[in-house]
């Protein structure tokens, strides 16, 4: 069973991300140390895997 794309917002924001907002079901999370991701869809939608990575990514970033 795929993520949720409320758990990748609550693993940014654990991570230190903040919610900046966004347009229509796109919301930009923004970190203090510059790194940016923008993740697509509802809380209760299916995280896609390629969103997955993308998260993992931006907070594997933001901790160097």
């Given at each position: 069973?795929?993520?949720?794309?409320?758990?990748?917002?609550?693993?940014?924001?654990?991570?230190?991300?903040?919610?900046?907002?966004?347009?229509?079901?796109?919301?930009?999370?923004?970190?203090?140390?510059?790194?940016?991701?923008?993740?697509r869809g509802g809380?209760?939608?299916d995280a896609k895997?390629?969103?997955?990575?993308?998260?993992?990514?931006?907070?594997?970033?933001?901790?160097?």
């Open positions: 069973m795929p993520r949720k794309v409320r758990e990748l917002f609550r693993d940014l924001q654990q991570a230190g991300f903040e919610d900046r907002g966004g347009k229509g079901s796109h919301r930009n999370f923004r970190h203090a140390s510059g790194v940016n991701v923008t993740v809380p209760g939608d895997p390629y969103q997955e990575k993308a998260v993992k990514a931006a907070i594997r970033s933001a901790k160097k």
